[in-house]
């Protein structure tokens, strides 16, 4: 996954130096966050981290292994012509997989 949590001790901190008259920039500095996160914090009345479910993707690995399977001289153009994305999704994708050239199997 893509991005980290800050834990929300670390969010309550940062919002009462904040609160407390502390500058921003000093905040982003002093507690080593984003500028765009502490922004955020400030705006939120529920500090605690957001639960993420995991999210429908357009490209499924598992319809991507088999069609790697099902296809495997097939060129990234065809394979993201078939899924509807782009072929960086598809390079990436198989990137993931541990799958480095077309017609390398599935692990």
Same mark, same amino acid.
């Given at each position: 996954?893509?991005?980290?949590?800050?834990? *929300?001790? *670390? /969010? &309550?901190?940062?919002?009462? @130096?904040?609160?407390?008259?502390? /500058?921003? $920039?000093?905040? #982003?500095?002093?507690?080593? #966050?984003? /500028?765009? $996160?502490?922004?955020?914090? *400030?705006?939120?009345?529920? *500090? =605690? !981290?957001?639960?993420?479910?995991?999210?429908?993707?357009?490209?499924?690995? &598992? &319809?991507?292994? =088999?069609?790697?399977? =099902?296809? !495997?001289?097939?060129?990234?153009?065809?394979?993201?012509?078939? @899924?509807?994305?782009? $072929?960086? $999704? #598809?390079? =990436?994708?198989?990137?993931?997989?541990?799958? /480095?050239?077309?017609?390398?199997? !599935?692990?």
């Amino acid at each position: 996954m893509g991005r980290m949590s800050y834990d *929300l001790d *670390l /969010r &309550e901190r940062v919002i009462a @130096f904040v609160k407390n008259g502390g /500058r921003k $920039t000093d905040a #982003v500095r002093v507690f080593n #966050v984003g /500028r765009r $996160t502490v922004y955020n914090w *400030l705006a939120r009345a529920d *500090l =605690a !981290p957001k639960v993420r479910d995991s999210h429908d993707r357009k490209l499924k690995k &598992e &319809e991507l292994a =088999a069609h790697v399977q =099902a296809f !495997p001289d097939a060129f990234l153009r065809e394979r993201a012509q078939h @899924f509807g994305v782009r $072929t960086s $999704t #598809v390079w =990436a994708a198989l990137q993931q997989m541990k799958i /480095r050239k077309k017609n390398d199997a !599935p692990r």
